[in-house]
């Protein structure tokens, strides 16, 4: 599916289907992202804040650096979810052109 980290290859290389349908398509993609690192970066921050594990200056550091970094490790998997999603609710047919790309 991804050539390289950031970048996907145009078509299936088992059933041909197109992954980008139309331009913006996986802007779905990003609010899978951006929802999860939202909510776990929340869902850590206050217990912090709350029990006093570090001072709150400190603990906004640890949360900028979170927010810059788990989208990038992320991104792969977001972008397969949405494209599973969709597959799943709005299903592509196969291309039958011959062009496979490996």
Known sequence: MFRSWFKMHDNCSH???????EPGFF????YINYAFTALTMTGMYIPALILEWAPN???????????????????????????GFDQLFDPQQPQSNGNKQE
Do not use: D, E, H, K
């Open 57 to 83: 200056n400190q603990l906004i550091w640890y949360a900028f650096a979170y927010t810059i970094i788990m989208p990038i490790l992320l991104f792969r998997l977001a972008r397969s979810l949405w494209l």
């Open 27 to 30: 802007l779905g993609s990003i």
């Open 15 to 21: 059933c041909n289907v197109s992954f980008q349908r």
